[in-house]
């Protein structure tokens, strides 16, 4: 079994118990170190302590299992506010927000997709780029997606309002 997926087995009903959500894992190599990353989630965001106990509890649950060969190095934290979405739950959960989403075939001579995050819908996901356009995915199609932080958002809806309204959606005098 692959390291990420025993991790995981071990984490998961860690962050259960203690009412986090584990939105991601990652494992990657930095020279002769390995390095552990596990994304932790909770309403309301996880706090410097609560990622300190949670890896300490589950550095210990991976020593006792001996599940990561040698040395590696645990970090613990919250996915940040570009959070990687990695399921359909996810999906469901952040839909309406802008999203970067990347295939793994190219479509339309595209493998990345930008815009407004839309579905679930029958097991697929959308995009609606800027342009207005929507683009759907089944989801095994999706390699990577993440929330983007967008500082302009308010500008776009703003010019894509009819003139002789203000943003509260009154006249404007």
Known sequence: MEVREEVRQLAEPLAEEHGYELVDIEQASLGHHRV???YLD???GVTVDDCARFSRRLADAMDMNQIVPGRYHLEVSSPGLERPIRT???VQRYAGQRINLQINEARDGRR???GELLGPVDG???VRTDEGDEQWFEWAEVRAARLVVD???GLRRDKA???GKTSRGGEQR
């Open 42 to 44: 909770k309403p309301g």
């Open 36 to 38: 552990i990353r596990v």
């Open 88 to 90: 359909l739950d996810h």
């Open 124 to 126: 697929r996901a959308g």
């Open 112 to 114: 990345r997709w930008e």
């Open 151 to 153: 500082p302009w958002a």
């Open 161 to 163: 309002r009819p003139s």
